[in-house]
């Protein structure tokens, strides 16, 4: 209790110098890579982010590559697609952080980050799906399985979402972020 209450006490006081700093609420918020290291979708400033919950040991998991293909077809135009593992469905992302990166590396040839394992719903869940599930979100409402899907602009303000149905490769999909992307 004590660590997720210090967790929230620094994720607030990072968020409240960011705002000032001018960054998006979204970016501001600190997250850890698969690795361990801290990050925050501040990296990815200026670039379209395709935020998806992802899991090792779905029926969706063969998204996995059509991820990777977006990420690979659009990276060079301003995509980054960004992986975050949950076991919130079905305990169908059981592994720890080794588990699934080795996964992603070695069954979909995932190049694209993938960040520390959390929790999309329920009394854990963390800050960024807080803040993008949440009732102030532009789209609100609980995550209903992995491989759901935010779109989140360069200035860090969510988009579009699509639901965890809806495959790398759908038409609505690629044209949004498409129409996302910088200009150049």
């Known amino acids: 209790m004590k660590h997720t209450s210090l967790f929230a006490l620094t994720a607030t006081f990072t968020l409240a110098a960011s705002l000032v700093a001018g960054e998006s609420k979204l970016q501001s918020i600190p997250l850890k890579d698969i690795d361990g290291k801290d990050t925050s979708l501040k990296a990815y400033a200026g670039k379209v982010v395709l935020a998806v919950n992802v899991a090792s040991h779905c029926g969706n998991t063969k998204q996995y590559a059509g991820l990777q293909s977006l990420q690979d ?84 303000k969510v988009l579009a979402r699509f639901e965890p149905g809806v495959k790398p490769e759908d038409p609505k999909l690629v044209k949004a972020i498409e129409d996302a992307l910088p200009k150049k």
Not at 100 to 125: A, N
Request: charged share 25%.
């Open 73 to 156: 077809r659009l990276k060079d135009k301003g995509l980054v697609i960004v992986g975050f593992p949950c076991n919130d469905f079905g305990a169908q992302e059981p592994g720890t952080n080794t588990e699934i990166k080795e996964f992603c590396s070695s069954k979909y040839s995932v190049t694209f980050p993938i960040m520390d394992k959390l929790h999309v719903k329920g009394p854990e869940q963390h800050p960024l799906y807080k803040e993008l599930t949440g009732p102030g979100s532009a789209f609100p409402g609980d995550v209903k399985w992995n491989f759901g899907k935010f779109l989140i602009g360069p200035d860090g």
